[in-house]
């Protein structure tokens, strides 16, 4: 059964930098064409954070723009959110998602946690 495996979190200083990885695995891998990241705070609703669309096209939430980066790995079943100039406000969760407009179903990831240290 295919699942979505995330890597790279964990305790980053203010202004730092973090590279999560999220890697379709089992099953009939995805090819993570299409992906995005979502995360969620404490206390708070998951948000959209980075979107990659079948057609390569990306979107990013005002809060990441010029400092989050979505880009498929060679190893294309992977995807990479690329988080520069972190601050507090970006601890939480992060989420992969592979969206069901492209694979007949929303795959989610496990999480894995950002705590940005201020």
């Known amino acids: 059964q295919v699942q979505l495996v995330e890597s790279g979190g964990g305790w980053v200083e203010d202004g730092g930098s973090r590279r999560l990885s999220c890697a379709s695995v089992g099953g009939t891998l995805l090819t993570m064409h299409a992906a995005a990241w979502y995360r969620q705070a404490p206390g708070k609703e998951r948000e959209l954070v980075a979107q990659r669309t079948s057609q390569g096209y990306t979107r990013y939430a005002d809060f990441v723009k010029a400092r989050f980066t979505i880009f498929r790995g060679a190893a294309e079943n992977t995807v990479y959110l690329q988080m520069n100039s972190l601050n507090a406000n970006d601890t939480a969760v992060y989420f992969c998602?592979?969206?069901?407009?492209?694979?007949?179903?929303?795959?989610w990831g496990q999480g894995t946690l950002v705590a940005v240290s201020s």
């Open positions: 998602n592979a969206p069901r407009e492209a694979y007949g179903r929303d795959y």
